[in-house]
């Protein structure tokens, strides 16, 4: 079980870098639109992707992982 956990555990952090990079480029493509075009789609973007990241976070920790 330990090793599963560690497992689970590595694999976690790989996906996670990996989502805080994905979401660092979408916040980035909307913010550059918003320069180019002078929009405001970005309006409070970073706040809901860091929802996303936390949501990713408590689901972690909240999951129970079986045998």
């Known amino acids: 079980m330990i090793n599963k956990m560690k ?3 590595k694999d976690y952090d790989l996906m996670r870098d ?7 480029q979408i916040d980035k493509l909307v913010s550059d639109f918003d320069d180019k075009y ?6 409070d973007l970073h706040y ?6 936390d949501l990713i976070q408590d689901n972690m920790t909240n999951t129970d992982f079986i045998d």
């Open 7 to 9: 497992s689970i555990e």
């Open 18 to 24: 990996k989502v805080d990079v994905l979401l660092g």
């Open 38 to 43: 002078e929009t405001e789609l970005s309006n």
């Open 48 to 53: 809901k992707l860091d929802e996303v990241a």
